[in-house]
T-cell receptor, first 113, second 112 residues
Framework: KAGVTQTPRYLIKTRGQQVTLSCSPI?????VSWYQQTPGQGLQFLFE???????NKGNFPGRFSGRQFSNSRSEMNVSTLELGDSALYLC????????????FGPGTRLTVL | AQSVAQPEDQVNVAEGNPLTVKCTYS??????LFWYVQYPNRGLQFLLK??????LVKGSYGFEAEFNKSQTSFHLKKPSALVSDSALYFC??????????FGAGTRLTVKP
């Protein structure tokens, strides 16, 4: 079974731009969760999507948004990028919503200049 | 709100010795507790979880963790450390959803 894939793996943007990251979950998994990892704040939960619906949302500004498609692939979008958005963005997939073990993808390293 | 503390930024052990990585948690209600490991430039790998049942949970790669409700702890242990266990370890807590709160991480170094 293929694992969780995230594209792109690396991304460089400038302040004010917007970016879209993609996550393809393990086949058959319907839940995708997104996390931001930075040296200062550590790992923080962004949001979870299950069956195309946002189930949970962390404490992030509205510039961070996401969606999930009918094939369970998920995208997250960050608008009006700030320097502090530079981070490793991880997604995790699980079969159902709930306390998941979380099969994590390798992450997308976003650098904002 | 739930939270996790990993009191040690760094743990150093010699290969073959037992290792312990500490984690304490705070959550209202029953906790769902997790341990993950992260290698350089890699995502998180699941090691083990506690939801209910036996307080001693066995996981991947010979790791185990003991849930202690009275001390609100969930320490990660391994009887005999390997050099390849050197990595960053994260403890996480959830109230039953995917809004997991992670600790700051503990860097484990196993020396030959």
């Amino acid at each position: 079974k293929a694992g969780v894939t995230q594209t792109p793996r690396y991304l460089i943007k400038t302040r004010g731009q917007q970016v879209t990251l993609s996550c393809s979950p393990i086949s058959g998994h319907r839940s995708v969760s997104w996390y931001q990892q930075t040296p200062g704040q550590g790992l923080q939960f962004l949001f979870e999507y299950f069956s195309e619906t946002q189930r949970n949302k962390g404490n992030f500004p509205g510039r961070f948004s996401g969606r999930q498609f009918s094939n369970s692939r998920s995208e997250m979008n960050v608008s009006t990028l700030e320097l502090g958005d530079s981070a490793l963005y991880l997604c995790a997939s699980s079969l159902n919503s709930g306390p998941n073990s979380g099969y994590f993808g390798p992450g997308t390293r976003l650098t904002v200049l | 709100a739930q939270s996790v503390a990993q009191p040690e930024d760094q743990v150093n052990v010699a290969e073959g010795n037992p290792l312990t990585v500490k984690c304490t948690y705070s959550v209202s209600g029953n906790p769902y507790l997790f341990w993950y490991v992260q290698y350089p430039n890699r995502g998180l790998q699941f090691l083990l979880k506690y939801i209910t049942g036996d307080n001693l949970v066995k996981g991947s790669y010979g790791f185990e963790a003991e849930f202690n409700k009275s001390q609100t702890s969930f320490h990660l242990k391994k009887p005999s450390a390997l050099v390849s266990d050197s990595a960053l370890y994260f403890c996480a807590v959830s109230r039953g959803d995917n809004d997991m709160r992670f600790g700051a991480g503990t860097r484990l170094t196993v020396k030959p």
